[in-house]
Every structure is written in structure tokens, then in C-alpha cells.
């Protein structure tokens, strides 16, 4: 397994900040991401995302005074690395807290065999499984999950809305066998049936196949009008062109991680002009336009990458939370982090000035809310945030929002089809 130690020095010289602001200490806080394999888009972007947040962090006075290391690992998109990475920095190298995985399969395996079992605090960058939410509701989690993206049950929500506006009433799935697929399938055909919607066939398929011509062959039996693809980037890619040179309709739908300009091009972007999707959404705020002007320069990533505005987020409400803690301790920081978005706190934004600003107000006693590049962040008792959704199609190779459907919108409509 690869690891990656990102230093607070290195961080610091990417700020253009000197180290002597800081105080001798450092806080490890452990990173487990998928940099490789067929989730790997996502981790470097979110990778990024995390160092970005601990350099502002860093340049702002540290946390609790002291400078943010990520011990950063890569879980290569498979769930016993993931495993091991994390026991590695939680039972050796005792880190307070972890941030993690990107997706569900990874972050739930760790959270189950590590995290919960040791009550060390572990936020999700973007694992949106239902299972998740069903594991504190068990009261599995010890308390200590966070993730900074919303549930897939809400988000099957408008996707099935959203297929059916754009005339696409009768799909066959193809989705990755693992927690995430099963569940977005089984969320989305729940509501897509209750608006009309037909579903012809759902085709599971193992990930790191070399040829998906069966899984498609399937899939294409019925006659479908489109293809719903709950996928990852590289496989996601193979997949869609093995529908396409088999004579399937060139109309998509396709979950959030498929908003890759890798995805587009390794397909061919003359053939995604009728690609619809949907992402979790965020409300603009001013770390929003803070992370989209400065991000790029810093991690030669676009910023609307997936999962870099959450990265970013997570890392910087950890950092925020060690402070608000005044210690590197996983208890501590889990309390920590619903005062450091509390409702009732004065907004702070991203960046160093920002993060300043926090500082002395923890130090003054006042209360804090960080409004994060995704918008107002506020968990509920299990880690679950709200949010919006945002409504994407693929045109000439780029992707275009066509609207954005709210967190109350989104109630409301499971509201009236649970009916």
C-alpha cells in the first residue's frame, strides 16, 4: 500500500506561509482516500481539498496552537485496504481523529471495523449510502460519523424526478455491486415507480472487469429508452462505451461521481449530449467563491471537481473542532464539532483571514458556525447534513446545470409520493 505523509511544512510552503508562525507541535490527523484505482479521480481531488483547508488552518495560528499534519493514505478504492490503512493510523499511530473515505463501501468498512469500535471521530468526504444513517440509528456508531455530503435518500428523491421531467420513463440500471449501488437503486426505483417511471431490468456488475459486454447485453434486453448508470469514473467509461458500440440509446442518466471530465472524455463527448445527472448541490456562500478562485492554483484541480468542495470542508471543520477542543483528543473533538457549526454562532467563511478570525473567537469563548464552500453545514445526531440538489446535463462535452432542487423541494416530494 502507498502512503502519503503530507507535512506541515509542505503545506505551508504551498501557502507561501513560514512555518515559524506556528508553534513547535504538530496534530497528525489521519486521511484515507481512494488516489488509486476506480474511485481514484475523486481521492486526488479530495486529497487536495483537505491539504488546502490545513494550510489555511496553519497560515491562521494551527489548532489549538499547533500546525495540522494529514498522514495521508491511499485506499485504492478497495474496502480491506481501507481497513488496514486506517488500523494503521488509529491503533499505531493513534491519530484523534480520521477523515474519510469517498465512497460508501470504503467509509462504512472502516467505520464498522475501525473507527466506531476504537470512538475515533471519522468524517466522510462523500459517502452518501442510506446505510450510514441506519447504522446510527442502531446506535453502531458510537456517535463519532460525520460525512459532508447528503444521504442517497434524498438524492434518489430528484434523480427520479429529474429522469422523468427529461422524458426518460422507461431505464434499465446498470450499478456497481457494492452498499452505494444497491442502495441508490433500490431508492430511486422506489420513487421513479410511484412517478410512472419503468424500470425494464437492474444489472449489478463487479468492479475492475476488463470487458462489461454481458452486464450490457442484459441490460439491453426490453427495449429500454436510456440507461441509468450508477458507476465510478473508469469503470463507469467502459461500461457506457460497451452500450454504446452495441446500438443502446445515447440517453443517460447517471449518479454524482459521474460528473468527471475524465468520464466524458474517455467516452466521447459527441455521444453524451442526452447525459443527465445529479450531484449533491451547495448554496453559494463566500467560501465558495474563496475555494473556486484560489483551489486551482493550489492543487492544479478544477474546483468543481468531485468531491473537492466536501474535502475541503471536512478538513477544515476538523481543524476548527481540534481548536474549539483545545486538545487532539477524538471525545473531545466530536463535541467539538456541532459548536464549531452552531446555528447560533457567528458565520465564518473559508480561508486564512476567515480562519483568523475564528481563532480568536473560540479563544474569546464565542460560538462559531462555519458556513463551508457547500453552504451552512449543520449535522443532525447521526452525522447527517441537508442540502440541495443540483440538476446537470452533458452538452458538447461540458457539464451544464439545468436548476437545483432544495432540501425542503426534496421533502416535500418524498412527503407526497410516500403517500
Known amino acids: 500500500m502507498r502512503s502519503y505523509l503530507i507535512s506541515a511544512a509542505a503545506m505551508l510552503v504551498a501557502a507561501g506561509v513560514s512555518g515559524s508562525a506556528l508553534a513547535d507541535c504538530e496534530t497528525t490527523v489521519g486521511v484515507v482516500l481512494e488516489l488509486t484505482g476506480p474511485a481514484g479521480p475523486y481521492g486526488q481531488a ?42 494503521q493510523l488509529v491503533q499505531v499511530k493513534h491519530v484523534p481523529a480520521l477523515i474519510g473515505g469517498i465512497i460508501s463501501s470504503t467509509t462504512i468498512a472502516m467505520l464498522t471495523s475501525v473507527t466506531a469500535p476504537a470512538k475515533v471521530v471519522q468524517i466522510s468526504v462523500a459517502a452518501s449510502s442510506p446505510t450510514l444513517t441506519a447504522l446510527g440509528q442502531q446506535g453502531k456508531t458510537n456517535g463519532i460519523f460525520f ?39 433500490a ?84 455521444y453524451l449530449d442526452d447525459a443527465y445527472g445529479t450531484s449533491s448541490g451547495s448554496v453559494t456562500t463566500a467560501s465558495t467563491d474563496y475555494f473556486d478562485k484560489n483551489f486551482k492554483a493550489f492543487s492544479n484541480i478544477d474546483p468543481s ?17 481540534i481548536a474549539q477542543a483545545g486538545k487532539a483528543e477524538s471525545a473531545a473533538i466530536r463535541d467539538a464539532i456541532y459548536k464549531v457549526t452552531d446555528p447560533k454562532g457567528e458565520v465564518i467563511h473559508a480561508g486564512p483571514d476567515e480562519f483568523k478570525k475564528a481563532l ?38 461540458e457539464v451544464t446545470t439545468l436548476g437545483e432542487v432544495s432540501a425542503a423541494q426534496v421533502d416535500e416530494m418524498k412527503a407526497k409520493l410516500a403517500k
Do not use: H
Not at 57 to 81: E, F, H, M, P, S
Not at 148 to 175: E, R
Not at 377 to 390: A, K, N
Open 305 to 321: 471537481a468531485p468531491g473537492a468542495y466536501q474535502a475541503y470542508d471536512a478538513g477544515a471543520i476538523v481543524g476548527l473542532a
Open 187 to 270: 431508492e430511486f426505483s422506489k420513487y421513479y415507480k410511484a412517478l410512472g417511471g419503468t424500470i425494464v431490468s437492474v444489472t449489478p456488475y463487479n468492479e475492475k472487469q476488463a470487458s462489461y459486454q454481458a452486464e450490457v447485453t442484459k441490460a439491453m434486453e426490453g427495449g429500454p429508452d436510456a440507461l441509468y448508470l450508477i458507476s465510478y469514473p473508469v469503470d463507469g467509461a467502459t461500461i457506457a462505451r460497451a452500450w454504446i458500440s452495441q446500438g443502446g440509446p445515447k440517453k443517460f442518466l447517471l449518479n454524482d461521481g459521474m460528473n468527471s471530465a475524465d468520464f466524458i472524455k474517455a467516452v466521447g463527448a459527441q
Open 147 to 185: 460525512r459532508a455530503i447528503t444521504s442517497d435518500a434524498l438524492q434518489s428523491v430528484a434523480a427520479a424526478k429529474f429522469a422523468v421531467d427529461q422524458g426518460l420513463k422507461k431505464v434499465s440500471v446498470i450499478d456497481v455491486n457494492n452498499d452505494f449501488g444497491v442502495n441508490m437503486v
Open 46 to 87: 479530495g486529497s487536495k481539498g483537505i491539504e488546502m483547508a490545513f494550510a489555511d488552518i496553519n497560515k491562521a495560528g494551527g489548532a489549538a496552537g499547533c500546525k495540522l499534519v494529514a498522514d495521508v493514505r491511499d485506499d485504492q478504492t478497495q474496502a480491506n485496504v481501507a481497513v488496514d490503512a486506517a488500523n
Open 360 to 397: 480568536d473567537l473560540i479563544k474569546a469563548g464565542k460560538p462559531i458556525r462555519y458556513e463551508g464552500t457547500i453552504g451552512p453545514i449543520s449535522f443532525d445526531q447521526y452525522g447527517d447534513i441537508t442540502g440541495p440538489f443540483r440538476l446537470w446535463r452533458v452538452q458538447k462535452g
